[in-house]
């Protein structure tokens, strides 16, 4: 593919490594099951496309979220993929316990910077929220495991609007002396714009939490997601998450739409010359894939475009 043109523009990161999370993030709430075989090839097509860490499922209790109930039977289909990390999200002392017994050994856990969508997604308060995954975090990391902090709502949130940036940086840091070895700052709802992610990312720094355990987890509801990650670029992010095909929202907050998808991200990297290590043809043949087996066509612009062309 000639297209697009590689024009490097100054101050940007030479690789970014793609956090992808359409197996979890992205399954997580469609309404009918699919099965695990499908969601194991999946997994196994994306590996196949140069992406390198794919989260891969949340064992979290089945009544939650029953579109993840066979983790069990997932992790063990793809455990064998060569280097590829297969993340996996645990909300507790009992989700990390099944994780590590599959031989899990990179750990997510799911924060809130507020106190509304903590109540909502954990039933708990923000403090309450931390001081159950302070154990889960040391006990991780005791084993071994590389732990990721998800800190949800840090751009706004449906119930309580505007989130105040040291709301959100008391969280990040708490997750970070708690021994969480990256973050990844969700815009679950969608709102954040470039202005709003410098700032964010430059008070983290001020206050001690390093760039280079940043990841950045945008949605596109205002269609703001690339414009925030290329914020985040030029402030030195290299970690950036992304669903294939743009697969996902939150099932706590109806107003989050899809996630970024990682074809349009990949395009956008190509552009600017940014390693990636995705082959985008196979990651376009991927996301057809699975639209054909949840049978709707992908949002993702950059795959409806590429699949027409191929028409």
Aim: glycine share 10%; proline share 6%; hydrophobic share 40%.
């Amino acid at each position: 593919m000639t297209l697009p043109m590689t024009v490097p523009a100054p101050g940007l990161p030479a690789r970014v490594r793609i956090h992808e999370v359409g197996a979890r993030d992205g399954l997580q709430n469609e309404k009918s099951t699919v099965p695990t075989e499908v969601k194991a090839e999946f997994i196994r097509r994306l590996a196949a496309a140069g992406l390198t860490t794919i989260e891969a499922t949340s064992f979290v209790h089945p009544k939650w979220v029953p579109q993840l109930a066979d983790a069990e039977q997932l992790f063990p289909l793809v455990s064998d993929l060569q280097g590829v990390e297969l993340p996996v999200l645990v909300p507790n002392d009992r989700g990390l316990d099944r994780a590590l017994a599959l031989g899990a050994r990179r750990i997510a856990v799911f924060a809130s910077a507020t106190e509304s969508f903590a109540k909502a997604n954990l039933n708990r308060t923000l403090d309450e929220s931390l001081a159950v995954f302070e154990p889960v975090v040391r006990r991780a990391k005791d084993e071994g495991a590389h732990v990721r902090g998800y800190v949800s709502m840090c751009f706004g949130d449906p119930w309580e609007g505007a989130v105040p940036l040291p709301q959100v940086v008391r969280v990040c840091k708490a997750l970070v002396a708690m021994g969480c070895d990256e973050l990844s700052l969700g815009d679950t709802i969608g709102v954040a714009t470039p202005g709003h992610v410098r700032a964010l990312l430059s008070q983290l720094n001020e206050e001690g939490v390093p760039t280079d355990v940043i990841g950045v987890h945008f949605h596109d509801t205002y269609g703001q997601a690339l414009a925030n990650t290329y914020a985040a670029l030029q402030h030195g992010v290299t970690t950036v998450d992304a669903s294939a095909g743009g697969l996902g929202g939150c099932p706590y907050a109806k107003s989050a739409t899809g996630n970024l998808a990682t074809e349009d991200l990949v395009w956008m990297l190509r552009g600017l010359g940014i390693d990636t290590g995705v082959d985008l043809g196979l990651l376009v043949a991927t996301s057809d894939w699975m639209a054909g087996h949840l049978g709707r066509p992908s949002p993702s612009r950059t795959v409806r475009a590429l699949s027409h062309k191929e028409q």
